[in-house]
């Protein structure tokens, strides 16, 4: 689903089923945002997808506070390691496919 958003794109899904998408926001943090409060109760539990790296741990921090249970990103930030250690520290799976959707 990621890959058909405009870029930054976060998608929520759960259950099979797209529960919350920020597109195209200047940052990933605000599209984050959007897909959280989109997602409303269905984002506690809901698998994250980002279409490009974080750049900051801040989006994995929100997906956590909101109560995401999976983060699902291409990796490639000279600061993934700032991400990774806010997972570990908080059991928060993450996963890199080292593949990028991001649109320009």
Do not use: W
Request: net charge positive; proline share 5%; charged share 20%.
């Amino acid at each position: 689903v990621v890959k058909h958003v405009k870029s930054n794109a976060i998608v929520l899904v759960k259950d099979e089923q797209t529960v919350g998408i920020g597109p195209g926001q200047p940052n990933r943090i605000t599209s984050a945002n959007i897909a959280i409060k989109q997602a409303g109760a269905k984002a506690k539990g809901s698998i994250l997808g980002s279409d490009a790296f974080f750049p900051f741990a801040d989006t994995v921090e929100a997906a956590h506070k909101a109560g995401v249970k999976g983060i699902i990103q291409p990796g490639g930030s000279i600061r993934d390691q700032d991400s990774i250690d806010y997972c570990d520290q908080h059991d928060l799976p993450m996963l890199f496919t080292g593949y990028r959707h991001f649109k320009h």
